[in-house]
């Protein structure tokens, strides 16, 4: 059964980013998550995982139950993930059952998406839709970013060893941001931070030269060896 949603973008955004609604004492905040409304507290940004289901349960017809989420093998291999991840003690760090007011089954935020995820596959797409299309931007931003990068360097190498210097260049940056050189690094290795390091450190070179900061090839490759020799003990090729 489909229904509306805020973009992928907005939904992940809405659920993660809490940290700054967290006070001293504690407050219920009712926030939208496309047709339904999700309750969060501010003491520890947790939601309340029973309302959600209750919503779900009356707008599909179904009568899903919280045990069959929180019982399966999936489930409790994610949360076991999740207390070693975040460095948590123990499972009420991440999944609480209380009652009276304001009571039901309250959640991590993360493990609050895994949850929406299982009672609805619609949202579940979204999600993952927008978590590989974040990949494939900062992928294609690193390609956008390579040209401009060649054109200053371009400015600063004789027209004969430019091809064989960008070469040099391209490998080293490899080594730089992935530890390692190989031919598509950028597309073998889809880790975002490395893909947004590549594309920033690209950009940089760029406006280093086009600033005048470095005015040589052998300025470019003390600059580049000042700064990342520590870090990875590889000889540079340039």
């Excluded at 229904?3 to 809405?14: C, D």
């Excluded at 496309?34 to 599909?60: C, M, P």
């Amino acid at each position: 059964m489909a229904f509306a949603f805020l973009s992928p973008h907005e939904e992940v955004r809405n659920v993660l980013e809490r940290k700054d609604i967290i006070m001293k004492t504690n407050q219920i905040m009712i926030r939208p998550m496309g047709e339904f409304k999700v309750i969060q507290r501010t003491k520890d940004a947790f939601f309340n995982a029973t309302d959600l289901l209750k919503q779900w349960n009356g707008f599909s017809g179904q009568q899903k139950q919280m045990v069959h989420y929180t019982d399966n093998s999936s489930t409790e291999e994610f949360i076991k993930a999740l207390i070693s991840e975040e460095m948590f003690k123990e499972r009420n760090s991440v999944l609480i059952q209380s009652r009276g007011k304001n009571g039901g089954t309250w959640m991590h935020p993360l493990l609050f998406i895994d949850f929406a995820m299982w009672l609805n596959p619609t949202f579940k797409v979204k999600v993952l839709k927008f978590v590989y299309d974040e990949m494939i931007k900062f992928r294609n931003l690193a390609g956008d970013a390579y040209p401009s990068m060649c054109k200053a360097v371009s400015s600063i190498l004789p027209d004969d060893l430019f091809k064989q210097k960008v070469k040099d260049l391209a490998k080293s940056l490899n080594i730089i941001v992935y530890g390692k050189h190989e031919s598509e690094m950028r597309n073998k290795i889809g880790d975002e931070a490395k893909i947004r390091e590549l594309y920033e450190l690209e950009l940089q070179i760029a406006q280093w030269i086009d600033l005048g900061f470095i005015k040589d090839y052998n300025s470019l490759k003390s600059t580049l060896t000042k700064l990342y020799y520590r870090k990875y003990p590889n000889v540079l090729p340039i």
